[in-house]
């Protein structure tokens, strides 16, 4: 009897499959799959954003019959662009002896080194701003050295900060570059007479100068929207991000003045953003590195053994010192909490415990929700841009995806809640939640899907075509197999920057808390020297979860990948 | 000036050993081929000779110098790739003018170098075109007008004409080896296309799985080949198994299968030993009908393919050896098929190997 059932059942599947693959064929469902994808984009991504801004407009006023809080916001923005560019550049060149170090690793010890790498992207956002805190400017951090901290909350920090969280973002991205590179010309440059310092300056870097310029925007656009940590280690200082939230803080979210001033601050900050990128997209083919000019004398002395040597040193030696050290430092005090009663406190649950572990189970409970549905969502996109079946659009649909990450995540945070608690009435916080998350993760999938496709040889469909697959058929038999593990990390990377958005959270919830948001109120109570304010250990501990099962989702996730990358 | 030596010569890569213990010398301003079915080594000797790989053991030299530890950039070596490795980012002008550049000449030397150069692989066109907008016939001019420019004395050609079309292929071929002797270059040039081998190498060496079966000029190569790989992979031949009968100082008489009695010139097999005999198709002579001749064996053609210039006829010995025949088709009357043949042996074009350990066909695979 069961096993009749279990027959049929596989045979109901197999009907339903065999039909909806015939179906595919026809060309209008086709297209509906694509519409449909499209549409979504819109509506869930894309407009409600900018429509938010567009809908409040009006309330610019406020600003600019304000002297003094306009003066205010313009300074703030200057600093977000100063300290993006600053950072970005910083970054740009920490990072490539980085990703140089790991692409042309000569020992296996380097491997961990490209895992390490990685640890800022895992610890969220607002924890990696509060252990900088605790690392540079904390009793306990690097001022037990230094008789006093040596950099206070302020506008240095925030730049250790960005250099920090952008970092791995830049190493992945140019380690993945030099790794494509077809290392020919380099041996080309070398059999003509060029040392390797020449090599690499006049051949390699020029010509994986599109993923140089991709880790600048990169960097750059993660520094202007960074908000959550930024938060945390400003102290007066402000950028654009903290300011909004400054100004929420002080004249509460319905007030007319934080509308207008995020309307303001918010809506320039796109504009220059996206009127930056387009210049750089421009002018970046013609920025020509200088190939004429050779320096055979100098450039060999800086390309053998012991000047190699001495930057690879120096090059690690900044990663651990600046990078990796401060990322982890919030875990120390969470190793002390297990020696005393915190550890028990915050197991049972009593206290402010109560709301944290709620928050975990939201924080996790979303992210899960907001990877599923944009994996829904964005791979007919990410298939459409890769294999432009939208005609000329394509291109033009290829940029529209990254504008998620351009704008500031609280700007979209509060525009997204204005534009949906505008047209929809009683909109529940949740789904608010859910639509700020699916925002600013959906680029981050499209982006690594649509390459994925784009790497299967476009004659292996085509193959399958001829043996008679129809198009759901090649899609099931040939781009999902090929794309899985692509499918898994663009997954990983959705889940991790979900479980660490602070910025946007923020500016959505009212009741609804995720942990960022939580340890971000507890480090403010902390730092406002409140009377019920939570303890430091309480802090590190809350923190130190959140890190711990981040890490181990990201490393169930690596086991089940690792040794089947075959593709 | 640069002859190059490679001694005692071991790369490995993981388990596969890719040079095993190779020793070569390449004289001064020869075009040399290093010659060989694909994964037999060639490429990585030429890369260890250029120092894009570093040997496990053994010595390189360039001229009288030890370069085992000097850096492809001081080699002074011309290196012409599969794939051109044209700098993608740079239009002609700026590949060709690339190695003097980057060697610190001043620009005035650098463009008189780049003009006698392009000058010599006759292009002046298209100078300011970039590399995704050249033939494949360009790209290569372009590619050893670049090595070239580099000023050096030897030249490494790793599969130079592997990309280009056939006919592309055929007048490429003799320019290289024009201009390099025009120059006084020396060149060691890699392929696995033996015609190419053959028709411009002073000498060639056959290399497989990580060593060198045999060094030669192309007809040393090809009338007295010294192992029964090289007689396969170096024109073609016919293998035919047996035993040594008689072996005196002045006859060797070889036992082939069904007792067939065969006489050759040999000098390196003993009395009772297991042989593979070796035949060039053309070599036979072969007489219609039932004849009797010394040194001859009774057939019949099994098909008869005409092949253009030659014609070939497959032919079942008596002993059901079966051996292919290779005559002009022009010059000589054409037999038919199911005919019966006497075949006859060639006494001196008859080459007598003793029977490899591992086998005939593992032995003259090119796998």
């Known amino acids: 009897m069961r096993v009749t059932l279990w027959k049929r059942g596989r045979l109901a599947k197999k009907k339903v499959v065999e039909l909806l693959d015939s179906a595919s064929s026809r060309v209008i469902l086709k297209y509906a799959v694509y519409l449909i994808a499209i549409i979504l984009f819109l509506t869930l991504i894309l407009l409600p954003p900018i429509l938010g801004i567009a809908l409040n407009w009006s309330t610019i006023n406020v600003v600019l019959n304000n002297t003094s809080l306009m003066n205010r916001a313009l300074s703030a923005i200057t600093n977000s662009f100063l300290v993006a560019l600053i950072v970005s550049a910083i970054d740009l060149a920490a990072g490539i002896p980085m990703a140089w170090v790991i692409a042309r690793r000569k020992s296996r010890w380097l491997t961990v080194l490209d895992t390490l790498c990685d640890i800022p992207f895992i610890v969220p956002t607002a924890v990696l701003g509060y252990s900088l805190l605790l690392f540079w400017y904390g009793p306990q951090g690097i001022s037990m050295f230094f008789r006093g901290s040596i950099v206070s909350p302020g506008w240095a920090l925030v730049m250790l900060l960005h250099f920090t969280f952008s970092f791995p973002v830049v190493v992945r991205v140019v380690v993945g570059a030099l790794q494509d590179y077809k290392r020919e010309f380099e041996n080309a440059s070398r059999t003509l007479g060029a040392p390797p310092f020449t090599a690499s300056r006049t051949v390699t870097f020029p010509i994986i100068k599109p993923s140089l310029i991709a880790a600048f925007i990169l960097a750059f656009s993660r520094s202007i929207s960074e908000t959550g940590a930024t938060l945390i280690v400003a102290g007066l200082f402000e950028n654009g991000s903290v300011f909004i939230q400054n100004i929420s803080d002080k004249y509460g979210k319905t007030s007319s003045t934080y509308i207008g001033a995020s309307v303001f601050a918010s809506s320039i900050l796109i504009a220059v953003s996206v009127v930056l990128f387009i210049l750089i997209q421009v002018l970046g083919p013609r920025l020509r590195f200088p190939v004429k000019q050779v320096w055979p004398k100098f450039e060999r002395k800086i390309s053998y053994k012991k000047a190699e040597t001495s930057r690879n040193a120096l090059t690690i030696a900044v990663f651990l010192a600046i990078i990796l050290v401060p990322s982890l430092f919030v875990a120390l005090p969470a190793i002390q909490a297990t020696f005393t009663k915190t550890l028990g406190e915050s197991l049972k649950g009593t206290g402010i415990w109560a709301q944290y572990w709620q928050s975990m189970i939201l924080s996790y409970a979303l992210a899960a929700i907001a990877t599923v549905l944009n994996i829904i969502i964005g791979l007919p996109m990410a298939i459409a841009i890769a294999r432009r079946k939208l005609g000329s659009l394509s291109p033009f649909f290829d940029i529209l995806v990254n504008i998620p990450i351009v704008v500031p995540s609280i700007a979209l945070g509060f525009s997204l809640s204005i534009f949906w608690t505008k047209t929809i009435t009683s909109m529940p916080e949740i789904l608010l939640l859910i639509f700020a998350h699916l925002a600013i993760t959906y680029p981050y999938f499209v982006r690594s899907m649509s390459a994925a496709v784009e790497r299967i040889n476009l004659d292996m469909e085509e193959a399958a075509r001829t043996l008679g697959a129809k198009p759901l058929g090649v899609f099931r038999t040939i781009i999902v197999p090929l794309t899985k593990y692509s499918m898994l990390s663009g997954a990983i990377l959705m889940f991790t920057r979900s479980v660490s958005e602070t910025g946007a959270t923020l500016a959505v919830s009212t009741n609804l808390k995720t942990v960022p948001v939580i340890l971000v109120t507890w480090i403010k109570a902390l730092m406002a020297n409140g009377s019920n304010a939570p303890t430091t250990m309480q802090i590190g501990l809350g923190s130190g979860y959140l890190i711990l099962f981040s890490f181990m989702i990201l490393l169930a996730l690596r086991l089940i990948v690792k040794g089947k990358e075959r593709y | ?367």
């Open chain 2, 1 to 367: 000036m640069p002859e190059v030596r490679v001694e005692n010569v071991t790369k490995k890569f993981g388990k596969l050993v890719a040079l095993d213990d190779v020793s070569l010398q390449v004289h001064d301003k020869e075009y040399f081929s290093l010659l060989g079915p694909s994964g037999c080594g060639k490429t990585t000797l030429l890369r260890v000779i250029a120092g894009l790989i570093r040997p496990d053991k053994g010595k390189i030299y360039i001229g009288d110098r030890l370069v085992n530890d000097v850096p492809p950039e001081d080699r002074d070596i011309g290196f012409v790739f599969q794939t051109f490795a044209l700098f993608p980012h740079m239009n002609a002008w700026n590949n060709v003018t690339y190695g003097p550049k980057v060697k610190g000449y001043d620009m005035k030397r650098a463009e008189t170098i780049g003009h006698e150069v392009l000058e010599m692989v006759r292009l002046n066109e298209r100078l300011e075109a970039y590399p995704n907008e050249l033939s494949g016939g360009m790209m290569q001019r372009i590619a050893v007008a670049r090595a070239l420019a580099a000023g050096a004395k030897l030249l490494l050609l790793d599969e130079p004409l592997g990309q280009l079309d056939a006919k592309v292929r055929n007048d490429l071929r003799y320019e290289i080896r024009r201009m390099t002797k025009d120059l006084c270059l020396t060149a060691i040039h890699v392929t696995h296309d033996q015609s190419e081998a053959m028709a411009i190498s002073d000498r060639i060496a056959v290399m497989k799985k990580g060593r060198i079966k045999q060094v030669g000029t192309p007809s040393e190569l090809y009338m007295a080949p010294s192992n029964v790989f090289v007689a396969n992979f170096i024109g073609e031949s016919n293998f035919l198994e047996g035993y040594v009968r008689k072996e005196t100082s002045n006859e060797t008489i070889i036992e082939l299968r069904g007792g067939i009695l065969i006489e050759v010139v040999n000098d390196k097999v003993k009395k009772g030993e297991r042989i593979v005999l070796a035949v060039r198709p053309e070599a036979f002579t072969v007489h219609k009908g039932i004849e009797e001749k010394e040194n001859s064996v009774t057939g019949n053609v099994e098909r008869v393919t005409f092949e253009g210039t030659n014609i070939r006829y497959e032919i079942r010995l008596r002993n059901q050896d079966s051996i292919v025949v290779v005559k002009p088709s022009m010059t000589e009357e054409w037999l038919k098929a199911q005919e019966e043949v006497t075949v006859q042996f060639p006494t001196t074009k008859a080459h007598v190997f003793e029977h490899p350990a591992t086998g005939l066909k593992e032995e003259i695979s090119v796998e």
